[in-house]
């Protein structure tokens, strides 16, 4: 049973969160450091970094000049990300479940224990009533294996990512319109535009490093178009700016593509050539004038002519966007609307045009692509497809017919165990009970689980639940690869080995696979031999990394997918000339007809509740809420409103007030600025508990992609009572 | 490092603090940032503002230090104050014209930036201009920033009657007539406030 047997207060006393300040040592200068080139563990950017290690212990960075992406530069958490190293919290042996908390285990028992648990709930209950959890911060190497681990050594269908909260929606809509799911230009391309559409992108918090990207197509003459409910730091000197009302993209983008077909601003050569379904959407977005626009999306009718002005003739373009249009129960309709502008101007797959959704986890590309999704197979193939199927059987040697078929998504696994379906949970690298829609039903389940298992370097306000708790490894740790934002399988080197009793993550995997009787099927020695293998398993797939090797990716600092042999340079720019990745070679239009959100303002709930990131935390914050200087700069959440909607509701900045919608509330201090919309109150959504976003939005579903609604749903807001 | 000046364009700035997290991070600053950044006026607007001495050729701070505390070397870069003659007066704290040294209680001593004088003396760059995410610090040559850039550098100013020239460079936007930060300046109309009391239907 996962209900806690120790209070909040006396968790945090020993497992933290607790603040690191310092360096290991104190601030005295460590002579005889080794830097080791690697990256940040901190967003899809994946920005190269140089680890100061003295003695085994991670005690400082250095700025990496050389690596072609960032050029030296960090954001905040970079530059602070040492300090997760030689934490007090570190978990140091495995910990399995007591009558007042947790104690420490052998890792005999809290192996064995797991296996048990998994043998006794699958005989009880069937296969499938065990589920994985898996996360897009690990390298492709444990994703590979996550994979591979569930459908093998556990053999259920239910293993899914906690990418699946992040960007599916994208990665949905990018294989319906082009075939493939991956950025479609380097963003080298991006100071190379005329003109940028940043749309649901928060680039100066969530991925800092790219707005020196922005600001040199900007000194290169480029206009600069930022659509967001707020005046985030890059819309602050954009030339255009569309505060869109929340959940409204779509009729936004129809309402730009409307304009662009009567002004002529498409290209028919292109869109006859190379894509199908233009006429239909050409329909779609004929209602949609610049009027009945603004009426939807509260952006007034002259900005979304402008908008169509900048992008339609434009000579070159790049069109990006992340969690704002994505993070919605509509999040394929959103980015395929989206894509529409791209392809109707046939400005896509040339040096300076094109097109990309911002991955906003470590490993956000690479994690979605080599089969820990419910719905696929290494190589980003589809498991309901009988000759993909087939492929990776033969490959892992096992019968076609003992591969699971598609089973549920994250969001889904939560829904079953509430239902009693799914009785037992191993969990890595996510944290669920901050990071999933509607906290209170996530606490519920965990507590209703027959046995929650969990690997993890900290212990997390989830991990707090777990029945076992295996001490896994740091990303420098462990060595590896993760692919970047922009499709470019980079190299991690280990900085470190695992301090204490705690051990590399994939070898507890292979561990645990082999105490399941599947020793055969993963014989690693190291983490190469999984990386061969799964540049092997992705041969002739989607995501196609069997030309590439850790020396290549090294020599070359990076090399981007596909990449079908060890002479092929990598692919950094997708669809040149034209051509796209379905069978018939030509992209596709999709119309959609906007629909409001799942949930809608009304009398009760008058105020759209939105959520997002701050620049000095990640994620769930299981590891940025435990380093000092990151906390300091962003304590805790604010509930930004606008002045016009403080004064009606008798509010004033650093006020206490009551956040509440249908599923929770909260209470959390007022900042009062008007760089946000009258309508619309945003709560970043790092923190656990009582000051958790997440007991707010809505577990609403996009009926493709499974990703939920962060981005919009109704709420109330008023003063609180003290 | 010869040939290479310091660019310092707020227009740029995204209020990361990646600057400030650096700088804490030089041994000898043992987790204190030297330079510091802040909101212009957060209510308003998400501008910031980061700082980090101008190194002026005539520094006032050195000029009203009673102690002569505070030294320029040859390079033109004006250092802390030296530990054995500070008095802790904060004299320089209350001259300087654009607002950069800090008073430190726990050691009383006047400590600022002194542009990385231990890296810029080994050919690296500056730490906080090498992390800047939005090169809103560069540290570059001025050929460099004069093609790349729109923004004009500016390293003389006008302070009543005292005129301050500096070693670093403030980024001048060319003929920005007026930025507006109110997002109700970008919407439609004043009815875009959600009526509390009665239901009003958002966007059709």
């Avoid at chain 1, 239902?419 to 990071?435: A, E, Q, R, Y």
């Avoid at chain 1, 509930?639 to 009551?658: F, N, Q, R, S, T």
Wanted: hydrophobic share 35%.
């Amino acid at each position: 049973m996962a209900i806690l047997t120790l209070d909040e207060k006396s968790l945090i006393e020993k497992y933290g969160p607790s603040l690191n300040y310092e360096p290991h040592g104190g601030w005295t200068e460590q002579k005889d450091c080794t830097l080791v080139k690697t990256h940040c563990c901190f967003c899809g950017v994946q920005c190269g970094i140089q680890l100061k290690v003295h003695d085994n212990k991670v005690v400082g960075f250095e700025p990496w000049e050389e690596f072609p992406v960032n050029k030296g530069m960090l954001c905040p958490k970079g530059v602070k990300r040492y300090l997760q190293n030689e934490h007090p919290d570190r978990l140091l042996s495995p910990l399995v479940r007591s009558h007042d908390g947790f104690r420490e285990a052998t890792w005999d028992e809290a192996l064995n224990r797991t296996v048990d648990a998994i043998r006794r709930i699958q005989n009880q209950y069937g296969r499938d009533a065990f589920a994985m959890l898996g996360g897009a911060s690990m390298t492709n190497e444990k994703a590979y294996l996550i994979g591979k681990f569930a459908r093998v050594a556990l053999r259920t269908a239910n293993i899914d990512y906690n990418g699946r909260l992040c960007m599916v929606s994208a990665g949905a809509a990018n294989k319906m319109a082009f075939g493939v799911d991956r950025a479609a230009n380097p963003w080298s391309d991006i100071p190379l535009a005329k003109a940028v559409i940043i749309s649901g992108a928060n680039i100066g918090e969530c991925f800092p490093i790219l707005t020196d990207y922005i600001w040199r197509a900007r000194d290169n003459g480029a206009k600069i178009i930022v659509i967001d409910p707020r005046m985030t730091p890059i819309a602050r000197t954009a030339d255009l700016f569309l505060p869109v009302r929340p959940g409204r993209d779509s009729a936004l983008a129809n309402g730009i593509l409307h304009v662009m077909v009567e002004r002529g601003w498409i290209d028919r050569e292109f869109i006859d050539e190379h894509t199908h379904g233009f006429e239909a959407v050409k329909e779609v977005v004929a209602k949609y004038d610049p009027r009945y626009t603004e009426k939807i999306t509260g952006v007034p009718a002259a900005s979304i002519v402008k908008a169509a002005e900048i992008w339609g003739p434009a000579e070159t373009s790049m069109l990006l966007h992340a969690r704002g249009v994505e993070h919605q129960s509509k999040g394929v309709e959103n980015v395929l609307t989206y894509i529409n502008l791209v392809l109707a101007t046939g400005r896509i797959g040339k040096p300076g045009s094109g097109y990309g959704t911002i991955t906003g986890q470590g490993n956000g590309q690479g994690g979605r692509e080599h089969g820990q999704r419910c719905n696929q197979l290494p190589g980003a193939r589809d498991i309901e497809n009988p000759e993909h199927r087939k492929f990776i059987a033969d490959f892992w040697r096992v019968a076609e017919s003992e591969i699971p078929h598609t089973g549920l998504t994250a969001v889904e696994i939560f829904d079953a165990i509430e239902t009693g379906d799914i009785k037992g949970l191993l969990s890595i690298s996510f944290n669920p009970l901050v990071s999933i829609p509607d906290a209170n039903r996530t606490r519920a389940g965990l507590n209703k689980l027959e046995f929650f298992g969990v690997i993890d370097f900290f212990l997390s306000e989830t991990a707090r639940h777990a029945d076992v708790v295996l001490a896994g490894s740091l990303q420098e740790e462990d060595e590896g690869t993760v692919t970047t934002g922009e499709g470019r399988c980079v190299r991690l080197n280990k900085s470190v080995t695992p301090p204490g009793n705690a051990r590399v993550d994939w070898e507890i995997l292979t561990d645990l696979a082999t105490r399941l009787g599947q020793k055969e099927y993963f014989p690693y020695l190291i983490a190469n031999d999984i990386f061969r293998e799964l540049a092997a398993a992705s041969k002739g797939g989607s995501a196609d990394y069997s030309g590439m090797t850790y020396e290549k990716i090294e020599k070359n600092m990076g090399v981007f997918w596909p990449c079908p042999s060890y002479t092929h340079p990598g692919t950094p720019r997708l669809f040149e000339g034209g051509k796209f990745h379905h069978p018939d070679g030509k992209a596709k239009f999709h119309g959609f007809e906007y629909r409001p959100p799942s949930e809608d303002v009304d009398a009760e709930y008058p105020i759209f509740f939105t959520t997002g990131r701050v620049v000095s935390q990640y994620l769930s914050g299981n590891q940025t809420r435990r380093i000092g200087p990151l906390v300091d700069q962003y304590p805790e959440p604010l509930c930004e409103m606008h002045p016009l909607l403080a004064a009606k509701l008798g509010i004033a900045d650093g006020d206490m007030v009551l956040v509440s919608t249908r599923r929770g509330e909260m209470r959390v201090p007022a900042q009062i600025v008007k760089t946000i919309r009258p309508d619309t109150v945003f709560i970043p959504y790092h923190w656990p508990g009582k000051k958790s976003a997440n007991l707010l939005t809505k577990r609403a579903l996009d009926p493709i992609s499974k990703i939920p609604d962060y981005k919009v749903c109704a709420c109330r807001v008023e003063k609180a009572s003290l | 490092m010869n040939g290479y000046d310091f660019f310092i364009d707020p227009s740029r700035c995204i209020g990361c603090k990646a600057c400030m997290q650096a700088c804490m991070e030089c041994d000898t600053h043992r987790g204190r940032s030297m330079i510091h950044l802040e909101f212009v006026d957060r209510s308003a607007s998400t501008q910031t503002s980061p700082v980090v001495c101008m190194h002026c050729e005539d520094p006032t701070c050195a000029r009203v230090c009673p102690a002569d505390a505070i030294k320029q070397t040859e390079d033109g870069i004006v250092h802390s104050s030296l530990k054995p003659r500070c008095i802790g007066c904060s004299n320089c704290v209350l001259a300087c014209p654009f607002g950069v040294p800090h008073y430190v209680a726990q050691i009383d001593q006047m400590m600022k930036c002194d542009m990385c004088f231990d890296r810029t003396s080994i050919g690296k760059k500056p730490m906080c201009a090498t992390v800047c995410p939005s090169q809103a610090l560069y540290f570059g040559s001025t050929e460099d920033v004069e093609r790349m850039r729109v923004e004009r550098p500016i390293n003389e100013f006008k302070f009543g009657n005292q005129t301050v020239r500096t070693k670093v460079h403030l980024m001048s936007s060319p003929a920005t007539d007026q930025l507006d930060f109110d997002v109700m300046s970008f919407m439609p109309g004043e009815d875009q406030v959600p009526d509390i009391t009665e239901f009003v239907v958002w966007g059709g």
